[in-house]
C-alpha cells in the first residue's frame, strides 16, 4: 500500500467518524425536551453533509475505499434521516428514529470507523 493510499484511508474514517458525530448528536438532541427540535434537524443536516462528503469520497476513489460496511453505513444513515424528518414533519412519535439510530450506530460500533479503532 502507497503512503498516499494509507493516508487516503485514515481521512476518510476520519470524516465518517465526524459524521457520525453529529449524527449521534441529532439523535440526542430529538430526545431531549429542552432542546428546540430545529437544533437536532441542524446536527442532522451537518451529519448528512459529512456522509455526503464521505459518500462522494468513497466512489470516487472506490479502488482504494471499498468496503461493503461503508456503503451500508451510508444505507442506514439514509434511512435514519428519512425516519427523524419524516416523524418531524408530521409530528408523530420518534420511535422508528430510535430504532433506526441504534441499527446505524450498532453497523458503524462493529466496523472498521469504530470510535474504539481510532
Known sequence: MHSEDFALI????????QAMIY??????????KSVNDSVAVSYLNVAASKFAASEAL??????????DEAEEIFHLFDSYM????TN???E???????????RLKETFDSSVF???NH
Open 10 to 17: 485514515e481521512n476518510f474514517k476520519s470524516l465518517m467518524r
Open 23 to 32: 449524527a449521534q448528536y441529532s439523535h440526542e438532541s430529538i430526545f431531549d
Open 58 to 67: 468513497y466512489y470516487s476513489q472506490f479502488a482504494v475505499l471499498e468496503r
Open 82 to 85: 428519512s425516519e427523524l424528518l
Open 88 to 90: 418531524q414533519k408530521t
Open 92 to 102: 408523530h412519535s420518534h420511535q422508528w428514529t430510535d430504532i433506526e439510530f441504534n
Open 114 to 116: 469504530a470510535f474504539e
